[in-house]
């Protein structure tokens, strides 16, 4: 009965082997003509030459905007004033600058043809177009405030993102575009930490950076490479996805070469020390990241000093407890009268003299809204002293 | 049956379906039956002589399974899988049609199964050239196998004799086995939910429920619910039948670092047993509160840990480590009163890098937190205090 079953399990022979079996050289023929039809149908992939460029969508469109969505929005009075020629924002109809509208994302509706050409921009265009948005509206100088730079930037790469999809760009283009605009979500993740709710919604952040991070990840397994920043990427993921299972099996499933390197070994050192609960090992390790890794790791710090006032909490137990405020500071990785508003905000006593008075029963989760993250963040904004954002997000600091 | 003529095919296939023989039209219709290997079965174009002999949607489902023959015949899996997917689609129209009859679940399963298979071997086939995302096409398999599962589920009308819902736990565990393959973990809840809540949950053959616990047991040690996870794995492995070894060592992967986690070391004659000697080092490390032993074994056997999944868990053993080695400091110093410097001796005997009396204060802490410990630290004296009594409880008694 067994015989039969290597009909199923040969994987190792690949579909193009001589295969056995008594059949005709009629059958033969045909299922060899009934492959190939099958593979120009088939969606993505690489290498296919002529038969992929039939039914992939083409790009032809060599602007950062289509000029039918420019002229369109600007008799519509919709463009943003990031994209208006300078000094007729006033004017009732500002006018259209093409060197610096950018095409907008827009949501895939029936009867729409997401696919013309002239609207799909080539992928150099895409590049240009994403290192023009971090150059002129990241990096630069601006009246406005840094939320909008972020709203603009965010729905420009969507449309970036889109126009990748569509016209299913992949490899070395692909992977420079995804790599800077990861590094945008990561940074804004902090720049943003702990702005109101309506204008800046941290979920959101997340939710599309995870599939900008997953995305790159695949693309850096399927593709040829070389990646040379791919241990960068692979050592910011774990620390944004600090905790997570799935996060930290896919770092350990990286060839050992990837693991050895610098960058992932002490994100991989870091995750070990959350995982095991300690805090003090944690906080030390973070000292050596550079300012983007403390901005990928930096929404597990709260979680992490909880975690250290709690076990100290039990640890120190005792009505004569008396633990330097100084050394907690420093354990903390906080200034002492901040490590002090810290120690209030969950209940740990601290007396007149500078001492923490820890006892298990006194810790308590703080009240809604009386922690803010964004005070705390002391060991990642140190790091950003004299680096310019245009760098951080290029990747050359 | 490997010489038997296309029209004999269909004609007991039509039989076996007009008599409720479940069974049998099972095999004539699964991957495991030498039928698949007769190349006068393995035509390009069947539909037509499946329309003569059999009635709609069996006559579809057939021509499909016929045309996958053919493909597998090719090697080529990734066609074999799109026929197999029209197979279980004119499958379930069948069998949405049975009021109170459940004759037809043996074929789901051998369909099932070959689905799922099929996917796996479609995707190793695209991999190899480069194209396809990982895990797209168990995915999609598995939204099939979902809607199987709906089926069964919601066949309320039935006799317990007559019900589809003797399906759940095959197609559950069809279902795991897809999930944990594509680290989609948190799917397997609404599986278990509908399970658990079901009234036949205990009468689903031995087999099959030692399966289902091995994946749900799984899940639990994912959660970090090592009691459950323990239950359930332990269940698995006594009920596991003597003569399925391979399972029986699968089984036990996962249950050894729950149990270690618990407490309750391997005795060397069950790893030799099962070839399970990888744990053999870290075991030792453990009881002993070995740390450099803990690190070396964990080193050692790195990939076998990381492609089994449980080297993360493995990591949590440290924190049974540290308990049993400050354990041996209080059984050695004979006092309730423990200088921090003498843990800090320890481990720095076991050349724990860059480690502090910071770090010791922190991993005592983190100690007497979970319950390892009885005491309290003293800042100001610099020293552990220890409860009179039963300072270090045993493994077992911390949740």
Known sequence: MNRWTTARITQTQSSSAPSGGQRTQRNKERCRSNTQKKEVEEEGGQGFGKERKETVPRASCQTMCPAQELRERESQNRLHHFEVVPGTEAFRKPSGDPLRAVKEYSRPAA????????????????LRTVCYLIDEIVGSPSPHPWTEVYSFVFDRLRSVKQDMIIQRLSGKDCVAILERTVRFHIYASYRLCGEPLRIYDPRINDTHLQEYLSWLFDCYKTGAGPYPNQEEFQALGLLYNLGSSAATQHVLELPVRLRQTPSVKLALAISQAFLAGNPVRLLRLAQKLDFLQACALHRHLVTCRRHLLLIYSHGFSSRNCRFPLDRLARLSSLEAPLAAGLCRAYGVEVNQHN???FSKSAFAEPAQGRLECKLYHGIVSEKERGLAVKSIIHGCS | MAHITINQYLQQINEAIENHEGSFCAELLSFKHPHVANPRLQLASPEEKCQQ?????????VAAHLRCTYAVANHDFVEAYKFQTLVVQSFLRAFQSHKEENWALHIMFAVTLDLRIFANNAEQQ??????????????????????????????????????????????????????????KLHLCKPLI????????????????????????????????DFKTAEELLSYAFDHCHRSCQKN???????????????????THLLLRKYDLTQFADVTKAVSEGNLLLLNEALSKHETFFIRCGIFLILEKLKI?????????????????????DAFLVALRMMQVEDVDIDEVQCLLANLIYMGHIKGYISHQHQKLVVSKQNPFPPLSSVS
């Open chain 2, 126 to 183: 695209l991999q190899k050239k480069g194209k396809g995302q990982p895990g797209e096409m168990l995915e999609k398999a598995a939204e099939q196998l979902m809607s199987c599962f709906r089926v069964c589920a919601s066949d309320n009308r039935a006799g317990v004799d007559d019900s589809k819902k003797w399906g759940m736990m095959f197609l559950s565990n069809q279902l795991f086995k897809i999930y944990f393959k594509i680290n």
């Open chain 1, 111 to 126: 009867g729409k043809d997401a696919a013309k050409p002239s609207d799909l921009r080539l992928p150099d265009v895409l």
């Open chain 2, 53 to 61: 002999i059999l009635e709609p949607p069996y006559d579809e489902m």
């Open chain 2, 193 to 224: 939910r509908a399970i658990d809540s079901s009234n036949l949950k205990n009468d689903y053959s031995p087999a099959q429920k030692v399966t289902y616990k091995y994946y749900v047991g799984r899940k639990a040690m994912f959660d970090s």
């Open chain 2, 248 to 266: 029986k060592r699968m089984i036990l992967i996962y249950l050894l670092p729950v149990k270690m986690l618990l407490g309750h070391m391997p």
């Open chain 2, 320 to 340: 049974i480590t540290y308990r049993n080695l400050f354990k041996k400091v209080y059984l050695l110093l004979k006092t309730h009163q423990l200088p921090l």
């Open chain 1, 355 to 357: 001492q923490v008075v």
